[in-house]
């Protein structure tokens, strides 16, 4: 039964596109977030969600917009794909209370923007 | 602010050599320490953390790591590695009573040769 779970998997698409990744969390974890990991392993954050309130909002795009339904999910949307946007997305999630627990990770989200 | 650094960005071994990866951290407060591993084209995972008590705390698959407040570092050891350690290793930090600040270190690239 997966904690974290992003889907898609891989997503190829062109230029100009918009498209969307899903993550839902079954930890009843009261915090998610979105990181991007680009070519260089590098781990930076985007977005974070507390509640469905946006709790941490890093300089990305706003091509990037974040929607939280309720805390159980995370999904990110992007307008107008761009070369640049490609990178393997991660979501996460922790409990807000509990920072010695660290975050859970989905298995992310490959994006190709071709 | 705080910042996370990583010693090395690639290291190379061979099996059963011992192994010691590098992290140190800018932030003069109380933190949670974390190390995740994350294996060719998965997920990030937990390998070990620490937030109280022994400074020498131990992970999963023979991994420890050692907390020194003194030098700010948190560097990671195992005393014989495997094939199978091959992947890419973050550490992780966050403000001991904020749990949603989590900064990740750059990586380092552990490949074990056969």
């Known amino acids: 039964d997966t904690a974290v779970s992003q889907t898609p998997k891989y997503l190829v698409t062109q230029m100009g596109n918009d498209k969307s990744i899903k993550c839902e969390q079954n930890?009843?974890?009261?915090?998610m977030y979105w990181y991007k990991q680009d070519s260089k392993k590098f781990l930076k954050i985007m977005f974070s969600y507390n509640n469905k309130e946006l709790i941490i909002n890093e300089t990305v795009p706003n091509r990037f917009s974040p929607k939280s339904p309720d805390k159980a999910h995370l999904n990110l949307h992007i307008n107008s794909l761009e070369l640049g946007d490609s990178a393997v997305y991660f979501c996460?999630?922790?409990?807000?209370?509990?920072?010695?627990?660290?975050?859970?990770f989905g298995s992310g989200t490959r994006l190709t923007v071709v | 602010a705080q910042s996370v650094s990583q010693h090395n960005h690639h290291v190379i071994l061979s099996e059963a050599a011992s192994l010691e990866l590098g992290c140190n951290y800018s932030?003069?407060?109380?933190?949670?320490l974390f190390w995740y591993v994350q294996y060719p084209g998965q997920h990030l995972q937990l390998l070990l953390k620490?937030?109280?008590?022994?400074?020498l705390v131990k992970g999963i698959k023979g991994f420890e790591a050692e907390f020194i407040k003194s030098k700010f570092s948190f560097n990671l050891r195992k005393p014989s590695v495997q094939w199978s350690d091959t992947a890419e290793y973050f550490c992780a930090v966050n403000l001991h009573n904020y749990g949603q600040n989590f900064v990740f270190g750059p990586g380092t690239r552990l490949s074990v040769l056969p």
């Open positions: 620490y937030f109280s008590g022994d400074p």
């Open positions: 996460a999630s922790s409990q807000l209370d509990r920072p010695n627990y660290g975050y859970t």
């Open positions: 930890l009843g974890h009261d915090t």
């Open positions: 932030y003069g407060g109380t933190v949670n």
